[in-house]
Nanobody, 115 residues
Framework: QVHLVESGGGLVQAGGSLRLSCTGS????????MDWYHQAPGKQREMVAS???????NYADSVKGRFTISRNNAWNTVNLQMNSLNQEDTGVYYC?????????WGRGTQVTVSS
């Protein structure tokens, strides 16, 4: 069974930074593409960053230049460094991996950016 556990969310002022982490178990982490999704209040969940097993990254236009995704296969973790946060970044951030032919999600971590 796949378990993805996020941590690192919280309350931050606009312009500030947060670092999210996701730890995975039940998967062959080092061969898995890992993603971070953002769900703003009242909106659909959207991918903000992904990283392949080989370290190739992809970002949503809204976060390019501000967010950085990275992974540590030895620790089965994927991180999301979020800088220059703004109120539109508020919401729940989910760790995701498509594994065992299905979507696997963590429970999410709340990020709130205040003005």
């Amino acid at each position: 069974q796949v378990h993805l556990v996020e941590s690192g969310g919280g309350l931050v002022q606009a312009g500030g930074s947060l670092r999210l982490s996701c730890t995975g178990s039940g998967i062959n982490f080092k061969i898995s593409t890992m993603d971070w999704y953002h769900q703003a209040p009242g909106k659909q969940r959207e991918m903000v960053a992904s990283i392949t097993a080989g370290g190739i990254t992809n970002y949503a236009d809204s976060v390019k230049g501000r967010f950085t995704i990275s992974r540590n296969n030895a620790w089965n973790t994927v991180n999301l460094q979020m800088n220059s946060l703004n109120q539109e970044d508020t919401g729940v951030y989910y760790c995701h991996s498509f594994y065992y032919s299905r979507d696997n999600w963590g429970r999410g971590t709340q990020v709130t950016v205040s003005s």
